[in-house]
Nanobody, 124 residues
Framework: QVQLVESGGGLVQAGGSLRLSCAAS????????MGWFRQGPGKEREFVAA????????VYADSVKGRFTISGDNAKNTIYLQMNSLKPEDTAAYYCAASRRIMPVTLRVEYDYWGQGTQVAVSS
């Protein structure tokens, strides 16, 4: 089993920045890819970004490309999501996920473990 705990969410004005963190524990040796998803009120959970734990290959959703950056610190079993130029439509619960796949993946069914989420609210 792998446990994931997100932190760093909060309130921010449009155009501002936030950095989310996700700490992994447990049998982390079984996971090779980690990613971020988000879910706004009344919406389906959607892919945001993913990174391979070895090599640092990354994939981004078109809606955040150029504004968000995913990174990781393998020594700390932690990944980050740096969010810049935030927009009101970025408001959502952000979830960290881990996958046993080798390369970054974008579908919910391809992830094996999930955190409880951290709330991000962007005001106009």
């Amino acid at each position: 089993q792998v446990q994931l705990v997100e932190s760093g969410g909060g309130l921010v004005q449009a155009g501002g920045s936030l950095r989310l963190s996700c700490a992994a524990s447990g049998r982390t040796f079984s996971t090779y890819v980690m990613g971020w998803f988000r879910q706004g009120p009344g919406k389906e959970r959607e892919f945001v970004a993913a990174i391979s734990r070895s090599g640092g290959n990354t994939v981004y959703a078109d809606s955040v490309k150029g504004r968000f950056t995913i990174s990781g610190d393998n020594a700390k079993n932690t990944i980050y999501l740096q969010m810049n130029s935030l927009k009101p439509e970025d408001t959502a619960a952000y979830y960290c996920a881990a996958s046993r796949r080798i390369m970054p993946v974008t579908l919910r069914v391809e992830y094996d473990y999930w955190g409880q989420g951290t709330q991000v609210a962007v005001s106009s």
